[in-house]
């Protein structure tokens, strides 16, 4: 398994920007597809951003396109969600995690998840 950890969450206005990292360890990163995920108070956990291995490939919920941006560097072992736009109903828990072989959007096909970070936008 990889373990991982996400930093960058913290409060901005409505239309902000916030930049989200998660640092990966214990494999080579090129072995894993990864992907961030959402929780709010009260609702389920549900799917952000996905990016394949290679970087190559990215899928993202209806709710975010165009505004957020996955990204990942390998050789740094990080994978990245750029956040712009930013507006109140983005206000969450963010969740990296990572799956071996290729990317997937559901939940329970990641094996490795992170602590989350609180990314809180006021209006």
């Known amino acids: 398994q990889v373990q991982l950890v996400e930093s960058g969450g913290g409060l901005v206005q409505a239309g902000g920007s916030l930049r989200l990292s998660c640092a990966a360890s214990?494999?080579?990163?090129?072995?894993?597809?990864m992907g961030w995920f959402r929780q709010a108070p009260g609702k389920e956990r549900e799917f952000v951003a996905t990016i394949s291995r290679s970087g190559g490939s990215t899928v993202y919920t209806n709710s975010v396109k165009g505004r957020f941006t996955i990204s990942r560097d390998n050789a740094k072992n990080t994978v990245y969600l750029q956040m712009n736009s930013l507006k109140p109903e983005d206000t969450a828990v963010y969740y990296c995690a990572a799956r071996q072989g290729v990317a997937r959007t559901g939940e329970n096909e990641y094996n490795s998840w992170g602590q989350g970070t609180q990314v809180t936008v006021s209006s």
């Open positions: 214990g494999r080579a990163a090129s072995s894993y597809a």
